[in-house]
């Protein structure tokens, strides 16, 4: 029998935080003691920590793993008591008001790489402590924020141990960094941490490939181990959830929607389909972090309903309750394509799916494994027009299928951290 080696992931984010980007490692850790490896995570005591979103319910799939929390600073908890609503910002830095520009220049310009760096000083000592009291051989950093894997730089220089850094999201790359003024010497601190990061650890994992990867690696001049691994869908929570679809042709979304994202031609497309005024029974049900504007903006050509977070549980069910679901990149060719965290539990609901993205991208090529799911670009409004209508007409007809990708098991949870697993004892 293989001996279990212990692996210590410094998370920031951890339950009861909500999102994808905890969602990622809280189904690792579930699955890799199947792999011959013992997960110990170090996150942020969440009352010192600051989360866009709160899923207490994530909490029952990783009681069972071991837990250490620290002491946080958190300069996105003094933020967030100048905003009305009291909520920290994901995915967007807002500049509706020239407050919020200030603080948006406070945040690119003082806090490097982001604003919750102050939790490395504790989380450093802690991660420390523990890789000398287990005999640690192996540690996995994950960001956003990338300031983590700063924790994972300092660890690797004093202790020597085996190191994964996981960019779940890019870090100079990010597509609201050039929407804001940022000093010089601040890039290029910004990049120069980057790129120790790079050439430091042991091997990167990204959610991407190809594109993303080619960009990385014109950073390091070394030679590095650069692996992918998607975000997938755990099967055994989607199997507990049973597929209820309304009597109304529903279209839905889930996660994060704001300015940044390609939302202009699936409008445009509702508007000139204008399903209220042609009284069609449509409705567009939106769940997660979305931006009022953009609500107001479909409000007008179709019924929509705007749910808030869920928890992910709620938000299975309502994926699974879709006619049709739509997932929207961010703007401008100059930024990586993203595979989001929803997109392969979209897959594997059996809707079919449009997908926002340029040509070529990865999400297009994820989502050619779905016979009835496609992409289109700004472009495309024309294909986008015709794709719902056929889409609606065969809902009518009562000709509507789950059509759930043979290969989709490739994706799973499970599957991915045998992945993972193997990635690991690679470095």
Do not use: C
Request: net charge positive; proline share 4%.
């Amino acid at each position: 029998m293989n001996k279990t080696e212990k692996i210590l992931i410094i998370s920031y984010y951890w339950p009861p935080a909500g999102g994808s980007g905890v969602q990622r490692w809280m189904y690792f850790s579930k699955y890799l003691s199947q792999f011959n490896f013992k997960p110990i995570i170090l996150t942020v005591n969440p009352s010192y920590a600051s989360y866009p979103s709160i899923d207490k319910s994530l909490e029952n799939q990783v009681s069972n793993i071991e837990l250490h929390k620290t002491f946080s600073l958190e300069a996105l908890k003094f933020y967030s008591l100048f905003k009305s609503s009291g909520r920290i910002p994901q995915s967007v830095i807002p500049k509706k008001t020239f407050f919020d520009k200030i603080l948006a220049f406070i945040r690119l310009n003082l806090f490097i790489p982001d604003a919750r760096i102050g939790w490395n000083s504790f989380a450093i000592r802690k991660a420390l402590k523990i890789i000398r009291d287990q005999n640690i051989k192996y540690i996995i950093t994950t960001g956003p924020p990338h300031s983590t894997h700063l924790i994972g730089l300092k660890v690797k220089k004093t202790i020597g141990v085996k190191w994964l850094a996981d960019f779940r999201d890019p870090w100079q790359e990010i597509f609201y960094l050039k929407d804001y003024f940022r000093f010089n010497f601040i890039k290029n601190l910004d990049l120069r941490l980057e790129k120790k990061v790079l050439r430091s650890s042991d091997g990167i994992i990204t959610t991407v490939g190809d594109q993303y990867h080619s960009i990385l690696k014109n950073k390091t001049l070394i030679k590095q181990k650069f692996f992918s691994i998607y975000n997938g869908y755990d099967k055994q929570e989607f199997d507990k959830v049973e597929s209820i679809r309304p009597e109304y042709f529903n279209i839905v979304f889930t996660g994060v929607l704001s300015r940044n994202n390609n939302y202009n031609t699936f409008l445009k497309a509702i508007q000139r389909l204008d399903p209220l005024k042609n009284h069609q029974k449509i409705k567009f049900n939106l769940a997660g972090h979305i931006d009022n504007h953009i609500i107001d903006l479909f409000s007008k050509f179709i019924d929509i309903q705007s749910v808030g977070y869920l928890s992910h549980n709620q938000a299975i069910k309502l994926m699974k309750s879709s006619h049709l679901l739509v997932n929207f990149n961010y703007q401008g060719t100059d930024t990586p394509d993203m595979v989001s965290g929803k997109l392969i539990e979209y897959l594997a609901t059996g809707s079919p799916i449009i997908n926002f993205s340029h040509a070529n991208s990865e999400s297009e090529s994820l989502i050619s494994i779905s016979e009835n799911s496609v992409t289109y670009s700004e472009n495309d409004l024309d294909k986008v027009i015709t794709y719902i209508s056929k889409s609606y007409n065969t809902w009518l007809k009562g000709e509507f299928k789950e059509k759930i990708p043979d290969n989709l098991a490739d994706y799973s949870r499970l599957n991915l951290t045998k992945r993972l697993a193997n990635v690991i004892r690679d470095i």
